[in-house]
């Protein structure tokens, strides 16, 4: 499952199909968790705190996927410690953050601790000063909330493994935020983690 979130908080929930189909849609044009008539099982798949048997089955149904074939969710790969900041931070603040725990993208999280309001990466920092190199020392104080993109493309824990890396590939994303079912942040998904899956998990390939 795959969600969309903009300035007004959640306008997507749906599966990778119904994701491509609303991607390009501006934030006015709100889609509040477009269904399938008669999909019935959709909640079931949302991912609510333990990925069981049932929920396995639904998420493979509302998916379209064969039922017999083995799952790798990416709550198995994903990172659950994450970097996070709220928007009053500055850009040198999050390039530091990024270059010292390594990572190229933060989240952003609103004031209660819990929900996205955004997301900033390097290259989106990076773009903004070379834009403006005359001003570059001066722009390193902007807030964050200037730049950042507010219209987030996240992922359920219990979505295969493989349908995330379609995602990131087709829309050159290089990490997805994990939410669960409350639109709570749990973990972040990134390139880097897939390729660990990948040469780790038994039986685990991405084009199968």
Same mark, same amino acid.
């Given at each position: 499952?795959?969600?969309?979130?903009?300035?007004?908080?959640?306008?997507?929930?749906?599966?990778?199909?119904?994701?491509?189909?609303?991607?390009?849609?501006?934030?006015?044009?709100?889609?509040?968790?477009?269904?399938?008539?008669?999909?019935?099982?959709?909640?079931?798949?949302?991912?609510?705190?333990?990925?069981?048997?049932?929920?396995?089955?639904?998420?493979?149904?509302?998916?379209?996927?064969?039922?017999?074939?083995?799952?790798?969710? +990416?709550?198995?790969?994903?990172?659950?410690?994450? /970097?996070? &900041?709220? %928007? !009053?931070?500055? $850009?040198?603040?999050?390039?530091?953050?990024?270059?010292?725990?390594?990572?190229?993208?933060?989240?952003?999280?609103?004031?209660?601790?819990?929900?996205?309001?955004?997301?900033?990466?390097?290259?989106?920092?990076?773009?903004?000063?070379?834009?403006?190199?005359?001003?570059?020392?001066?722009?390193?104080?902007?807030?964050?909330?200037?730049?950042?993109?507010?219209?987030?493309?996240?992922?359920?824990?219990?979505?295969?493994?493989?349908?995330?890396?379609? +995602?990131?590939?087709?829309?050159?994303?290089?990490? /997805?935020? &994990?939410? %669960? !079912?409350?639109? $709570?942040?749990?973990?972040?998904?990134?390139?880097?983690?897939?390729?660990?899956?990948?040469?780790?998990?038994?039986?685990?390939?991405?084009?199968?």
């Amino acid at each position: 499952m795959f969600s969309m979130y903009d300035d007004d908080g959640l306008n997507f929930r749906n599966n990778i199909d119904h994701l491509y189909s609303v991607h390009e849609l501006s934030p006015s044009q709100k889609l509040k968790q477009v269904k399938k008539e008669g999909d019935g099982k959709f909640e079931e798949a949302l991912y609510k705190g333990k990925i069981t048997k049932e929920a396995t089955n639904a998420y493979k149904q509302v998916t379209d996927l064969d039922t017999r074939a083995e799952l790798y969710h +990416v709550e198995q790969i994903m990172s659950h410690r994450v /970097i996070t &900041v709220d %928007d !009053s931070k500055t $850009i040198m603040e999050c390039y530091d953050l990024m270059k010292e725990h390594c990572i190229q993208q933060l989240p952003i999280i609103a004031e209660n601790k819990l929900h996205l309001k955004g997301i900033i990466t390097r290259h989106d920092i990076l773009k903004y000063l070379i834009a403006d190199l005359a001003d570059a020392k001066e722009n390193i104080d902007t807030p964050i909330s200037e730049i950042s993109t507010k219209k987030i493309i996240t992922t359920d824990p219990i979505t295969d493994i493989r349908r995330v890396s379609e +995602v990131m590939i087709d829309l050159n994303l290089n990490a /997805i935020p &994990v939410v %669960d !079912s409350s639109d $709570i942040l749990v973990g972040m998904v990134s390139r880097n983690d897939i390729v660990k899956a990948v040469a780790s998990l038994p039986h685990f390939q991405l084009w199968g």
